[in-house]
């Protein structure tokens, strides 16, 4: 049996109480890990996290106010040793790769919380990363198929802005051809229908930011 006062302390972040209720039952039978704060959103993260310095957190990532990428983002930024565990529903490997660029060290599947929960947080804490086989696959296999050069970046953000092939072709001093054909390729990357369309998956993917 470990040592109570060894266990890995955990916050958990996550705007629905039932989610939070769940994890803290199964925290409250393990020997490992203990509960020791709670959030609801982004916001509540970074200022409970400064409180209370838990070991992992456990971090949703679509919440109001300010969402999981971005909570991950500034935790780091403040406290560079944090460990944090991506909790979600979501499968996408886009998803998973912007949290791990983000910052965070593990991503477990809410579906897996009971079978899964105290092994990735013990693997996080010992400075280990924790991703499920299929996720990490889905990474390995798409990481360097959906990459978009930098330059296709900065076509994409004139584009998001709102300007013609013609006008970022004018921006950046290249003909037009040479915009419709990093357009093309961006399309093809994202597997979008359209210009529109592409703008739209960029900033799902978080690949381009609101100003």
Sequence with gaps: MSNPDRRVRVMTVDDHPLLREGIAAVLEGSFDAKLVAEASNGRE???????HRPDVTLMDLKMPEMDGIDAIRHIRGEFPSARIVVLTTYRGDTEALQALRAGAQGYLLKSALRKELIEAIVSVHAGRR?????????????????????????????VAAGNSNKIVAGMLGVSEDTIKAHMKNIMEKLGARDRTHAVTIAFHRRLLNLQ
């Design 45 to 51: 993260a970074i200022e409970q996290f400064r409180v």
């Design 130 to 158: 924790y991703i499920p086989p299929d996720i990490a696959r889905a990474i390995a296999e798409h990481i360097a198929d959906d990459e978009l050069s930098a330059r296709e970046l900065e076509v994409l953000r004139h």
